[in-house]
């Protein structure tokens, strides 16, 4: 096991959202669900980042800034999509500047669906994001399951 799975920093960001995977995203790494007993470290900084937590979908404004947090990040890297937005631009899909879900820009590893995902879902998202961390980091490749995703996508 790495020690970026030891001790993995996420980051987090909002891309869109109606901010309520934000707020539960925020409650993970408060005492009450305490991600960070897990070794998990806060960030703000994508060159800093092993996980990459990304609310709400992506829009025309957002789409590059997306697309340069994960450029950004070093190898190896896993994404976690967060939220019913975040997997297929959730209610706001229709809305004339949302091009869709996170993984319409970047790959996405892991999908934590709900609207607004709960907080126990999103830690589980994150100790799976570690083991594709680690399988990563070992060069072993790593299917990612989508059906989370295909449950909320039209």
Not at 36 to 56: C, F, Q
Not at 62 to 70: A, S
Not at 97 to 122: E, F, K, L
């Amino acid at each position: 096991m790495g020690n970026a799975v030891k001790s993995p920093w996420v980051l987090h960001y909002d891309a869109s959202s109606c901010n309520g995977c934000d707020i539960e995203v925020l409650a993970c790494l408060t005492p009450v669900y305490d991600a960070e007993r897990l070794g998990i470290i806060n960030t703000g900084n994508p060159k800093h980042a092993d996980v990459l937590l990304i609310t709400g979908g992506v829009n025309t404004q957002n789409k590059t800034v997306v697309e340069n947090l994960y450029a950004q990040m070093l190898e190896p890297k896993v994404v976690v999509a967060i939220g019913a937005c975040a997997l297929s631009g959730g209610i706001f899909a229709d809305c004339y500047n949302i091009r869709g879900g996170i993984d319409t820009v970047i790959p996405v590893d892991i999908y934590v669906p709900g609207c607004a995902a709960r907080p126990q879902a999103i830690v589980t998202g994150i100790l799976q994001a570690l083991a594709v961390l680690d399988a990563k980091a070992k060069g072993t490749h790593v299917a990612v399951d989508k059906t989370a995703r295909e449950k909320v996508c039209r």
